[in-house]
C-alpha cells in the first residue's frame, strides 16, 4: 500500500529533490510539499494532509531565509525583546530568539497533529527541539546512561569561561551554541600556563561602527589575542553558549576523525567517518568521507553501534534521526543528535542511500 508522504520543507532544496527522487526510484507519487513559510502564515494548510492517512516529515527550516526570519521574528516577540534585522548571509545573529520562534513552531505542529489521530510523523515535534537545544538535548542523553563528553554547562561571557576553566581544572574545552547546527559558531578553545591561549573557529569576528558581528564561514578562522577571544566569546554568549570537555578523536593518517550514524527505527543503519585535518570534521567544511568499517576493529564497530541504537532509544517518537560520535578503544561518546541528520547524498548501506532506506523502513 502507498503511504501519501507530505513534506514540511522548502520546495527545492536538496533534501526535498533527493525524497523526491528516492520516490521515484521506488515507483512511489511524488510528496506533496508544504513551503515552512507557507505553514507559518497560514497552518490550516497543513489540515487537508493531515485528515487523510498518511505520513509527515518535518525538513529543517533554514534553507528559507523568509522562513528563518519569520521563526526568528517570532522568537524576538515571544522574548519581549526589540525585533532585529534580518541577518545577512552566513550571520549568526540571535540564536536563542529563532529557536525561541522554531520551539514554538514545533510545539504549535504538535498541537495541530493531535487534532488528526491517523496522521503520523517521522520525527515527532517535541523531540526535534529537543534535538535542537544542544545542550538540553546532552543533559536527556546523559540522563539516559549515554556516554558524552563531560559537560561544564552554560558559559555567559570570557570571565565566566576563565573561572569554569580554573573550577574544572582544565585548558582546553569545545565551546558550542546551544541552538547552532553543523558547526556554526563551534570554538575550540586551549590555554597554556603560559598564559597563551587559542580559539579555532568557524565564526568570523566583523567589526564595523562599534559594533561586533559573527558569520560562519567555511574557512576555519584562528584566534590568539584576549582581545579577540574575549569579544568572540562574549558575542556568542549573548545568543547562548556552552561548554563541554575537549574529547580527542582518532587518528587517520596525518588527520583526525568522528563519526556519523543515521539510525533507521532505532537500529543503526548508514554510517560514514568525517575526516579532516582541523578541529571540526563536518563535512560541509570541505572535509572527506571515509569508510568507516575500514577504520574501525570489531570492538569499535560494536561500540558505535551499540551506542547509536541506544542514543536513538532515547527518542523513541523518532524514526530517522542522525548521531555523531567518537569512538576509540571499544568506547563510545555521542557529541551530538540531528533530528536532520539524513543528509547524506549517495552513501549506502545495504544498498540504498538514506531516502530510500527510510521510505522502506516507514
Same mark, same amino acid.
Given at each position: 500500500?502507498?503511504?501519501?508522504?507530505?513534506?514540511?520543507?522548502?520546495?527545492?532544496?536538496? #533534501?526535498?529533490?533527493?525524497?523526491?527522487?528516492?520516490?521515484?526510484?521506488?515507483?512511489?507519487?511524488?510528496?506533496?510539499?508544504?513551503?515552512?513559510?507557507?505553514?507559518?502564515?497560514?497552518?490550516?494548510?497543513?489540515?487537508?494532509?493531515?485528515?487523510?492517512?498518511?505520513?509527515?516529515?518535518?525538513?529543517?527550516?533554514? +534553507?528559507?531565509?523568509?522562513?528563518?526570519?519569520?521563526?526568528?521574528?517570532?522568537?524576538?516577540?515571544?522574548?519581549?525583546?526589540?525585533?532585529?534585522?534580518?541577518?545577512?548571509?552566513?550571520?549568526?545573529?540571535?540564536?536563542?530568539?529563532?529557536?525561541?520562534?522554531?520551539?514554538?513552531?514545533?510545539?504549535?505542529?504538535?498541537?495541530?497533529?493531535?487534532?488528526?489521530?491517523?496522521?503520523?510523523?517521522?520525527?515527532?515535534?517535541?523531540?526535534?527541539?529537543?534535538?535542537?537545544?544542544?545542550?538540553?538535548?546532552?543533559?536527556?542523553?546523559?540522563?539516559?546512561?549515554?556516554?558524552?563528553?563531560?559537560?561544564?554547562?552554560?558559559?555567559?561571557?570570557?570571565?565566566?569561561?576563565?573561572?569554569?576553566?580554573?573550577?574544572?581544572?582544565?585548558?582546553?574545552?569545545?565551546?558550542?551554541?546551544?541552538?547552532? =547546527?553543523?558547526?556554526?559558531?563551534?570554538?575550540?578553545?586551549?590555554?597554556?600556563?603560559?598564559?597563551?591561549?587559542?580559539?579555532?573557529?568557524?565564526?568570523?569576528? =566583523?567589526?564595523?561602527?562599534?559594533?561586533?558581528?559573527?558569520?560562519? @564561514?567555511?574557512?576555519?578562522?584562528?584566534?590568539?589575542?584576549?582581545?579577540?577571544?574575549?569579544?568572540? @566569546?562574549?558575542?556568542?554568549?549573548?545568543?547562548?553558549?556552552?561548554?563541554?570537555?575537549?574529547?580527542?578523536?582518532?587518528?587517520?593518517? +596525518?588527520?583526525?576523525?568522528?563519526?556519523?550514524?543515521?539510525?533507521?527505527?532505532? #537500529?543503526?543503519?548508514?554510517? @560514514?567517518?568525517?575526516?579532516?585535518?582541523?578541529?571540526?570534521?563536518?563535512?560541509?567544511?570541505?572535509?572527506?568521507?571515509?569508510?568507516? =568499517?575500514?577504520?574501525?576493529?570489531?570492538?569499535?564497530?560494536?561500540?558505535?553501534?551499540?551506542?547509536?541504537?541506544?542514543?536513538?532509544?532515547?527518542?523513541?517518537?523518532?524514526?530517522?534521526?542522525?548521531?555523531?560520535?567518537?569512538? #576509540?578503544?571499544?568506547?563510545?561518546?555521542?557529541?551530538?543528535?540531528?533530528?536532520?541528520?539524513?543528509?547524506?547524498?549517495?552513501?549506502?548501506?545495504?544498498?540504498?542511500?538514506?531516502?530510500?532506506?527510510?521510505?522502506?523502513? @516507514?
Amino acid at each position: 500500500m502507498q503511504t501519501p508522504l507530505t513534506l514540511l520543507a522548502t520546495a527545492g532544496s536538496k #533534501r526535498v529533490l533527493l525524497m523526491q527522487a528516492a520516490r521515484a526510484q521506488l515507483r512511489l507519487p511524488p510528496a506533496h510539499v508544504l513551503e515552512w513559510r507557507d505553514w507559518l502564515a497560514q497552518p490550516t494548510l497543513l489540515d487537508a494532509a493531515l485528515s487523510q492517512p498518511g505520513l509527515l516529515k518535518v525538513e529543517p527550516p533554514g +534553507d528559507d531565509p523568509a522562513a528563518h526570519l519569520l521563526l526568528l521574528q517570532a522568537g524576538c516577540r515571544l522574548q519581549d525583546r526589540a525585533p532585529v534585522p534580518a541577518p545577512e548571509h552566513g550571520e549568526l545573529l540571535a540564536m536563542d530568539a529563532w529557536f525561541a520562534g522554531f520551539n514554538a513552531a514545533m510545539q504549535a505542529l504538535a498541537t495541530q497533529l493531535a487534532g488528526w489521530p491517523r496522521a503520523r510523523v517521522v520525527n515527532a515535534p517535541a523531540e526535534i527541539s529537543l534535538m535542537t537545544d544542544k545542550l538540553a538535548c546532552q543533559r536527556h542523553l546523559a540522563a539516559h546512561g549515554i556516554a558524552i563528553p563531560a559537560l561544564l554547562g552554560p558559559v555567559h561571557g570570557y570571565n565566566h569561561l576563565q573561572s569554569l576553566l580554573h573550577e574544572h581544572d582544565l585548558d582546553r574545552v569545545y565551546l558550542k551554541p546551544r541552538y547552532g =547546527s553543523s558547526a556554526s559558531g563551534v570554538v575550540a578553545y586551549r590555554r597554556n600556563r603560559a598564559g597563551r591561549q587559542q580559539a579555532t573557529t568557524s565564526a568570523t569576528l =566583523s567589526r564595523a561602527d562599534g559594533q561586533i558581528r559573527l558569520f560562519n @564561514v567555511k574557512r576555519m578562522a584562528r584566534y590568539e589575542t584576549r582581545h579577540d577571544i574575549a569579544a568572540l @566569546v562574549d558575542a556568542l554568549a549573548a545568543q547562548e553558549l556552552y561548554a563541554e570537555a575537549w574529547l580527542n578523536k582518532p587518528r587517520c593518517g +596525518d588527520s583526525h576523525y568522528d563519526l556519523r550514524v543515521v539510525t533507521l527505527g532505532g #537500529r543503526p543503519a548508514h554510517r @560514514v567517518a568525517r575526516i579532516g585535518d582541523r578541529m571540526m570534521t563536518n563535512l560541509h567544511l570541505d572535509n572527506r568521507r571515509g569508510d568507516a =568499517s575500514g577504520l574501525l576493529n570489531a570492538a569499535d564497530l560494536a561500540a558505535l553501534e551499540t551506542a547509536s541504537a541506544q542514543a536513538a532509544r532515547a527518542f523513541p517518537a523518532s524514526h530517522v534521526t542522525g548521531y555523531d560520535l567518537v569512538v #576509540r578503544q571499544g568506547q563510545a561518546h555521542v557529541l551530538e543528535a540531528n533530528a536532520f541528520g539524513d543528509l547524506l547524498p549517495g552513501l549506502l548501506w545495504q544498498g540504498a542511500d538514506t531516502y530510500t532506506a527510510q521510505l522502506n523502513h @516507514v
